[in-house]
C-alpha cells in the first residue's frame, strides 16, 4: 500500500513572516498523509525547524545542483539541503524545463544525485497542450522518464516520486479530469513496471495541476492517484489543509 503524499509547492513565493502564520496554522490541523512543504531556499530552515517535531509534515527544496559541491555560483548541493533538514525535493518542474532550459537528462542527474544522497526526488513530467492535442503525451513522458530510468535504480526509484503535471493544467485553473489524470498515471505505473515491477508498486504517482479543495478528492481517489503536488491553492494554508484532508479521505 503507498502512502499518500501531498507536497506544496509555494514557488517564488513567501516570507519570514507569513511562513511563520502558515506553518503555525498547519502544524496545529490535522492531516494524517505525508506532506512535504516545497519552499523557496532562503526559507527551508525555517520550514524545516518548524515541521520537525509533525510525524508525516517535511521540507522540500524546489530543485538542487546536479554537481558535487564546489565551484558552481549561485547554487545549491544535495548535501547543503540535507544540512537545512530537507527532505523533499521537487526536480525538473515544467517552468524549470521551460525557462531555465532544464533537458530531461539534467532533470535525470538531478533526481539521481538527490537519491543517492537520501534525498526524495519529486520528479515532474507532463505534455503541453499542442503536444495532447497531438497525440503524443504518452511518447513525451516516456521521453522524460526515460533518462530517469537510465540514471536511477529500482530501489531508488522506489523512493522517489513522480508528479504528472499536464503543463496546460499548470497555474491555469484547468485541471485535467479524474479519468485523464487515471490514464495518464496508470501508463506512467506501466512503464515503471517494465523497468521494474516492485518500484512500479511502490512509487508515488502524485497529480499537479489547478488542484484546489473542490476538485481535490475525486482527483485522489483514482487508483493510480497517490495524492498531489499542490501549486497556487498550496499558499492558502487553510485550502491547502483541506487538500490534505482529501487526500487522507481518499486513502480510507
Ligand atoms: C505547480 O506549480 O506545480 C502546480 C501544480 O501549480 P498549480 O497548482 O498552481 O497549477
Not at 176 to 192: C, D, F, G
Request: proline share 4%; hydrophobic share 45%; aromatic share 6%.
Amino acid at each position: 500500500m503507498r502512502a499518500t503524499l501531498v507536497a506544496a509547492n509555494w514557488k517564488m513565493n513567501g516570507s519570514f513572516a507569513s511562513n511563520r502564520e502558515w506553518l503555525r496554522v498547519f502544524t496545529a490541523s490535522t492531516v494524517s498523509s505525508e506532506v512535504a512543504v516545497c519552499a523557496p531556499y532562503v526559507y527551508l530552515a525555517q520550514v524545516a525547524d518548524a515541521l520537525r517535531g509533525t510525524r508525516h509534515a517535511s521540507a522540500g527544496a524546489q530543485n538542487l545542483s546536479a554537481e558535487a559541491p564546489g565551484t558552481a555560483t549561485g547554487e545549491i548541493a544535495a548535501e547543503m539541503l540535507l544540512d537545512c533538514g530537507v527532505r523533499w525535493v521537487i526536480v525538473g518542474h515544467s517552468e524549470r524545463r521551460s525557462r531555465y532550459g532544464e533537458s530531461s537528462g539534467i532533470v535525470a542527474a538531478k533526481a539521481a544525485r538527490a537519491v543517492v544522497h537520501g534525498l526524495k526526488p519529486i520528479i515532474c513530467v507532463g505534455e503541453t497542450l499542442h503536444e495532447r492535442e497531438q497525440g503524443r503525451t504518452l511518447a513525451v513522458i516516456t521521453a522524460q522518464l526515460a533518462p530517469v530510468f537510465d540514471a536511477c535504480a529500482a530501489d531508488e526509484l522506489a523512493a522517489c516520486a513522480i508528479a504528472y503535471e499536464p503543463v496546460w493544467a499548470i497555474g491555469t485553473g484547468q485541471t485535467a479530469t479524474p479519468a485523464q489524470a487515471q490514464e495518464v498515471h496508470a501508463a506512467i505505473r506501466s512503464l515503471l513496471s517494465r523497468h521494474d515491477p516492485g518500484a512500479a508498486s511502490q512509487t508515488r504517482i502524485v497529480y499537479g495541476g489547478s488542484v484546489k479543495p473542490s476538485n481535490a478528492l475525486e482527483l485522489f481517489a483514482q487508483p493510480d492517484v497517490d495524492g498531489g503536488l499542490i501549486g497556487g491553492a498550496s499558499l492558502s494554508v487553510t485550502d491547502f489543509i483541506s487538500i490534505c484532508q482529501s487526500a487522507d479521505r481518499a486513502a480510507n
